[in-house]
T-cell receptor, first 117, second 113 residues
Framework: EAGVAQSPRYKIIEKRQSVAFWCNPI?????LYWYQQILGQGPKLLIQ????????DSQLPKDRFSAERLKGVDSTLKIQPAKLEDSAVYLC???????????????FGPGTRLLVL | DAKTTQPNSMESNEEEPVHLPCNHS???????IHWYRQLPSQGPEYVIH???SNVNNRMASLAIAEDRKSSTLILHRATLRDAAVYYC??????????????FGEGTQLTVNP
């Protein structure tokens, strides 16, 4: 089974430029998450989709970050304009909620490492 | 979200067992205990989860205290590949649209050859 795919793996941009990240979740997974991980910290949830609808975007800085998940499959996360403090790893994860088991496993992609200069 | 407390770092020797502790004194009755780990330059990966009973899988064992206020992840024979940050996270089954994982800073496990 193919895992969660992300691209690009690395990106370097100047501050005030824009950047976009792409994620392809595991086939059949209805839920998709974007996390931001700053060096030395655990991942922080930015936005969660259920199919193509947003479930939780309470921690997404909406003045500069946007995300979409068209057709309930692939997703893109955009930053415009970027700030120095946006330097981080952006992780995409997906999950399929089994109806009978407790909890839910999230499967993470390798992440995109962003450096803003 | 209920919080967990883990040591910042631990060390182990190769081929010895490792016990990684986690305190979650404010856990609710429906919170599952999840463990993920993150190897260098990779995304987190699922290790194990449980509710009340101890759990075993091919990667590890999870021992849950009777009062559920603490748990221990057990790696039976550590290898160099087990060097990673280990996260203990509480997840609630009642979430209607997918579980939310609130990561702390985890425990950095170092495995010595």
């Amino acid at each position: 089974e193919a895992g969660v795919a992300q691209s690009p793996r690395y990106k370097i941009i100047e501050k005030r430029q824009s950047v976009a990240f792409w994620c392809n979740p595991i086939s059949g997974h209805a839920t998709l998450y974007w996390y931001q991980q700053i060096l030395g910290q655990g991942p922080k949830l930015l936005i969660q989709f259920q199919n193509n609808g947003v479930v939780d975007d309470s921690q997404l800085p909406k003045d500069r970050f946007s995300a979409e998940r068209l057709k309930g499959v692939d997703s893109t996360l955009k930053i415009q304009p970027a700030k120095l403090e946006d330097s981080a790893v952006y992780l995409c994860a997906s999950s399929y909620r089994p109806m009978t088991s407790g909890g839910e496993t999230q499967y993470f992609g390798p992440g995109t490492r962003l450096l803003v200069l | 979200d209920a919080k967990t407390t883990q040591p910042n770092s631990m060390e182990s020797n190769e081929e010895e067992p490792v016990h990684l502790p986690c305190n979650h004194s404010t856990i609710s009755g429906t919170d599952y205990i999840h463990w993920y780990r993150q190897l260098p330059s990779q995304g987190p990966e699922y290790v194990i989860h449980g509710l009340t009973s101890n759990v075993n899988n091919r990667m590890a064992s999870l021992a849950i205290a009777e009062d559920r206020k603490s748990s221990t992840l057990i790696l039976h024979r550590a290898t160099l590949r087990d060097a990673a940050v280990y996260y203990c996270i509480l997840g609630n089954l009642e979430e209607t649209s997918g579980s939310r994982l609130t990561f702390g800073e985890g425990t950095q496990l170092t495995v010595n050859p």
